[in-house]
């Protein structure tokens, strides 16, 4: 996948996930067509997120993001069958910290958002279904169509994604083969650590632009 296609499409994954009150009885694919124009509308008026400011593209996601991901199911996805061998402790710093991998990829995606568009496909699920899967494609001139594809999940708190797969290919489960190595080299706690050694790098990145 070309490196300007990924991007194109973590900043309209980024973009999907506004706060709507009515979350709750939505369709997911309607509420993910509502809120992914509300934030890329957001993201036009706003001339510094366009610009990167760290601060502000932070704040649009953990506003915009956190609440539509189910990052506890994402994580067990990631780690896969290790995750049998953690404690409830491994398990919420697991989550902590894949949590705060992802919205730090998220937020760079967002601050590169180039006008890309995003056409929702009809969903194709039974009423009572508890899990679909939101079909897209994504459109940017110069660029090659490419599909997204995001695995939702419906929850007392409404409709959650815990999968993203970008022309088929999952953006959880490709952690799976890092995960395992980590774990085989250091075990859970190796695990953490290296993602908390990746995250506290990114964090002194961060402050280092800020300055």
Request: glycine share 4%; no cysteine; aromatic share 6%.
């Amino acid at each position: 996948m070309h490196k300007l296609n990924l991007k194109s499409a973590l900043v309209l994954i980024a973009a999907l996930t506004a706060p709507v009150a009515f979350a709750q009885d939505v369709a997911p694919d309607v509420l993910l067509k509502t809120v992914t124009l509300e934030v890329l509308a957001i993201i036009r008026q706003d001339l510094d997120i366009q610009a990167g400011n760290p601060a502000k593209v932070a704040e649009l996601v953990e506003t915009r993001i956190l609440p539509h991901f189910d990052f506890p199911r994402m994580t067990q996805i990631a780690v896969a069958r290790n995750w049998r061998l953690t404690t409830p402790e491994q398990q919420e710093a697991l989550t902590t910290e894949f949590k705060t991998l992802l919205v730090r990829t998220y937020s760079v995606a967002l601050a590169a958002y180039r006008d890309q568009v995003i056409e929702y496909r009809p969903l194709r699920a039974a009423p009572e279904a508890t899990e679909v899967t939101v079909r897209s494609d994504v459109k940017q001139a110069g660029a090659e169509r490419m599909t997204i594809d995001y695995d939702m999940e419906k929850t007392l708190a409404g409709w959650k994604v815990y999968d993203i797969k970008i022309a088929g290919i999952s953006l959880v489960t490709t952690y799976r083969d890092t995960f395992a190595s980590k774990v085989r080299d250091g075990g859970i706690e190796g695990l953490i650590k290296s993602l908390w050694d990746k995250n506290r790098q990114d964090r002194l990145k961060t402050a280092n632009i800020e300055r």
